[in-house]
């Protein structure tokens, strides 16, 4: 730094201008190039310009602590700029450095507002050597259009002080050596010529995408993961003294600049090179020196996004008056949106209806540009009205219209708007999101990133997950064969390792994949129920495959499946809806507990769109659809209706040992296995299901009580699938599930009994609700049946209440169809009575499996042939009953006395169906009651030597016989 030179201020105005000038700039630490016997007075007093020079870079640096500041010029167009104004901004947004172009406008800059700006710069480095390196590290230094300068970053000699623009003049603009990277980075974007004085990458040289992430990698990696990746390039660290760590690898000689990231090899047998992350994970061999093929790999990996995710609508923004009546406002706004397009993809709009399969409207989202889905409620939605369209305030003032621009929206505009979008028609229809190929119910597949418009579906395959979908390839049109083909690739690859109890039960999981997978195409779904004796056997793991098939990632939604937790479940629901998510799952439900409740009976039950839930916070409601419903757990059952909604898969481990203890898999880890073999499972699965859209079903499908067309759809397209034993996929997983249905049914169970008695009474006659409960309760208590719980619960004050009772409790089953033992009963009204028109007549009518109507005088219910043999325990029992009673008559009471008193001898072992234990004090009288009637029309099998027969006569209790067969018969 030079004397201040002896002027005398009054001398000349112009003389102390430049003294003040020169003193402004020294006293901040900066050097004037120029000394002082240098300045040409004269020149000045005859009013030429005269700037002083500053001397910037290691000349002009000013020490600073452990450091030193440099000081640089960087010359870029002021936004004022009519021909390259529009490129600086451009550049400084692809290189996302907008907020550091901010900063420097505040700062000291300099020059014609029209023209160049020079931006006066301080950069701080521990060293000469560290400064080196960071300006050699920079992409480029110069920019140029044709033969002119747009752009320039003066580091050495010195620069001219020229006339203010903005800031303070002589106090340097600070910015960081990351800072300083990121404005070489917008040097080099400008320019449509290479810096051959740059020792970094040329921008030119590479794919726009490539130098994209090549920023985005520079800017997000810090040195622990240089270093790692300097130690697998052979690289030795030898010291880490000061601000750089150094390296040896075969005689070279190398060092890591820690503060800013840059790795510089020293001169001897190869150029002095500077090297910043990512040019290291290019000269990884995996990559063989190649940028472009990094680039792909760091995106592919998830490692850098393609771009900065942001919501923007393309084109400029419409701007919105706020000082206008609101109703315009709201109307402004959603015009806005609605016509508003994605600005990372024009043809995509910026927001679309999301809806059920039924048309119905279930939410307003956003494709983003990352390639995820977002969904707009009345919390977030602000964000995409300020996407679409600027809030701005205009008034009035002395000096004309004065615009002010908000980021703020009334929480009351915005849900006005949001109502205003769920109006049909105003947003496109999107009725399927997927993270990979879907296939729709008229056979269309999207398979290409984006909105479909014919499929209605937003395809959302992350990038990192493009690259192998190429692997996914469906025929246009898949024979029989080529269905089949696919249904052996899943059978062998994900249901080789799993311990099916059945072969039924490996074909219900068939379903349930195909069901995962193309819920797209069906209405509705039954739910599905793995269960099994022991832990470990696969029952979780079979529908977690499922999950990661259809949607990439195991996330489902958590259910409790007991209808006490009804309230809860229906919170839980209106999340897995408004998350868009497509599993509700109930993992390890409790052993021996049944699967039950009225949320997820109605989910398995309704067409999409028919039953919705109220959505949190608000009165609005949320229509389910696209729901797959799903459950696991240990020697778990179906309860009441969830019977004949769901379809068990059942699991058994018959090998020795702990099912832990398995080895000799398929694969050795599944779920790694359909992770990376995604996209030829989900093409496996589309082949059937599309054979069987266009092929329809190979046979009439029952509807299986459902509105919906999942039996048409699914069993439908396993209807052209066979096993290696020639049977059909479709009815193999149906096989005796209505059997066990009208098994399980709890109608059944609390009804039948007193159905059959009432109607065996009556005769095919009707009756008014008070003969129904005469006759089913007055009598040899023996001889009655068992009332149903909501019968023997009833309490009353007198027999007209009781009456009045029984025919409310009556029409809960009016026109149910009840299973019984070998057929079906019905409970219907028919007539009025004569006493009265209010009082209604029931009618009890029975049919066989056949649909033939029964007579009550002549039929004998569960009797038919394919009955079972007696078991070894009921044929020991009969023959010990015969030994002590001989062929007398009891009733059902002195037969279970007899049974079960010890001091008759040896005590007996009972049957499983008279073993309980049981739940209630009823339940045994009612157990035991079928099990004699089924047993008394069991057939007789060889080596059966008795036989229990019922004996009953009409107004009398029923009696029990064991009979004798004759040597011939039990041959």
Not at 135 to 149: D, H, W, Y
Not at 249 to 277: H, K, N, Y
Not at 305 to 331: C, F
Not at 367 to 382: H, Q
Request: aromatic share 6%.
């Amino acid at each position: 730094m030079t004397d201040s030179p002896t002027l005398d201020p009054k001398e000349d105005t112009r003389r102390g201008e430049v003294l003040s000038r020169f003193r402004s700039l020294t006293t901040k630490g900066l050097t004037v190039a120029s000394p002082t016997h240098a300045i040409d007075m004269e020149a000045i007093e005859d009013g030429s310009v005269f700037d002083l020079p500053v001397r910037l870079g290691i000349q002009g640096k000013i020490l600073s602590g452990t450091g030193a500041v440099y000081p640089l010029v960087l010359e870029l167009p002021t936004k004022d700029n009519s021909f390259f104004g529009d490129v600086l901004t451009d550049a400084a947004t692809q290189a996302s450095c907008e907020p550091l172009m901010k900063k420097l406008n505040k700062g000291w800059s300099e020059g014609v507002a029209t023209e160049l700006a020079s931006y006066w710069l301080g950069v701080k480095c521990a060293s000469d050597a560290q400064f080196i390196s960071l300006i050699e590290a920079l992409p480029s230094r110069t920019a140029t259009r044709g033969n002119k300068v747009l752009g320039n970053l003066a580091f050495g000699k010195s620069k001219d002080v020229r006339p203010l623009l903005s800031g303070s003049q002589g106090k340097l603009t600070s910015v960081t050596p990351s800072e300083l990277l990121g404005l070489g980075v917008i040097i080099d974007i400008m320019s449509d010529t290479s810096d051959n004085r740059a020792s970094g990458y040329d921008i030119r040289a590479q794919a726009p995408l490539t130098n994209t992430v090549r920023d985005q990698f520079n800017r997000s990696t810090g040195i622990s993961e240089m270093s790692r990746s300097l130690a697998e390039l052979g690289w030795l660290e030898v010291s880490a003294d000061g601000p750089a760590t150094q390296y040896r690898r075969d005689g070279e000689q190398a060092e890591l600049i820690r503060d800013i990231c840059v790795f510089v090899t020293s001169p001897g047998t190869t150029a002095r090179t500077t090297l910043r992350a990512f040019d290291l994970i290019t000269l990884d061999p995996e990559h063989a020196g190649n940028p472009d093929a990094a680039a792909s790999w760091l995106v592919t990996e998830g490692h850098v996004p393609p771009v900065i995710e942001s919501l923007v609508a393309g084109g400029k923004r419409r701007e919105i008056e706020m000082n206008q009546d609101s109703g315009l406002i709201v109307k402004a706004f959603s015009e806005a949106v609605r016509d508003a397009r994605s600005a990372s993809d024009s043809t995509l709009p910026l927001a679309f209806s999301m809806q059920a399969t039924s048309g119905v409207h279930q939410a307003i989202v956003s494709y983003m540009p990352s390639g995820t889905v977002r969904v707009w409620n009345e919390a977030n939605a602000g964000t995409l009205l300020l996407a679409a369209a600027q809030p701005v305030y205009q008034t009035e003032t002395k000096k004309g219209t004065k615009t002010t621009y908000s980021a703020r929206i009334d929480s009351n505009i915005v849900r006005a708007v949001l109502a205003n979008l769920e109006n049909p028609g105003v947003l496109p229809p999107v009725e399927h999101v997927s993270t990979g190929p879907i296939l729709t119910s008229t056979g269309r597949i999207a398979s290409i990133p984006g909105y479909d418009r014919k499929a209605r579906a937003l395809v959302v395959i992350p990038h990192r997950e493009r690259a192998k979908w190429a692997a996914y390839s469906v025929p246009e049109n898949p024979t029989r064969a080529e269905a089949q083909a696919a249904y052996e690739f899943l059978n062998l690859e994900l249901m080789n390792d799993l311990p099916y109890a059945t072969d039924g039960d490996r074909a219900r999981h068939m379903l349930y994949i195909l069901t995962a997978v193309g819920r797209s195409i069906t209405t509705g779904s039954v739910g599905f129920l793995a269960t099994a004796s022991d832990a470990g056997t696969g029952k979780s793991l079979s529908l977690l495959i499922g999950r990661l098939i259809a949607q990439g990632h195991p996330g489902c939604t958590d259910f409790k499946a007991t209808a006490e937790a009804d309230t809860e479940n229906e919170k839980r629901l209106g999340a897995l809806i408004s998350e868009k998510n497509r599993f509700f799952h109930a993992d390890e439900v409790v052993r021996g507990t049944g699967v039950d409740g009225e949320v997820i009976t109605k989910l398995t039950t309704a067409t999409d769109g028919e039953f919705a839930v109220r959505k949190l916070g608000v009165s609005t409601t949320l229509p389910a659809s696209g729901v797959v419903v799903t459950a696991c757990g240990n020697r778990v059952h179906l309860k009441g209706d969830t019977s004949r909604r769901f379809l068990p898969i059942r699991y058994a481990y018959s090998g020795v040992g702990s099912v832990l203890s398995r080895t000799g898999f398929r694969h050795p880890s599944l779920l790694e296995y359909v992770v990376g073999a995604r996209p030829l499972l989900v093409a496996a699965v589309h082949t059937i299901l599309l054979h069987g859209i266009q092929a329809g079903p190979s046979r009439i499908i029952p509807g299986l009580g459902f509105s919906h067309d999942w039996a048409a759809r699914i069993v439908g397209a396993a209807s052209h699938l066979t096993t290696e034993d020639g049977r059909e996929v479709g009815l193999l997983a149906l096989e005796g599930w209505l059997e066990s249905v009208d098994a399980s049914s709890t109608l059944s169970d609390d009804w039948a009994e007193f159905l059959v008695y009432a109607w065996r009474q009556l005769k095919g006659k009707s009756a008014e609700a008070s003969v129904l409960r005469t006759l089913t309760t007055t009598g040899n208590a023996d001889s009655l049946p068992i009332l149903p719980p909501a019968l023997s619960s009833l309490r009353f004050e007198s027999d007209r209440a009781a009456n009045r009772e029984w025919g409310r409790t009556l029409g809960t089953i009016l026109g149910s169809s009840i299973p019984v033992e070998g057929g079906y009963f019905r409970i219907d009204t028919v007539t009025q009575s004569e006493k009265s028109n209010r009082v209604a007549r029931w009618q009890i009518t029975g049919w066989d499996k056949a649909g033939n109507e029964l007579d009550p005088r002549t039929s004998q219910i569960g009797v038919g042939e394919g009955t079972p043999a007696l078991s070894p325990q009921w044929q020991t029992l009969l023959a010990t009953l015969f030994a002590r009673r001989g062929a007398t008559l009891m009733l059902t009471s002195a037969l279970r006395a007899t049974i079960t008193d010890e001091s008759n001898g040896a005590p007996i072992e009972l049957p499983e169906e008279l073993r309980g234990p049981f739940a209630h004090p009823n339940d045994e009288p009612k157990a035991w009651r079928a099990a004699l009637l089924a047993t008394a029309a069991t057939a007789v099998a060889a080596g059966q030597r008795h036989n229990l027969l019922l004996v009953e006569q009409q107004g009398q209790a029923p009696m029990w016989v064991v009979t004798a067969l004759s040597e011939s018969l039990a041959a």
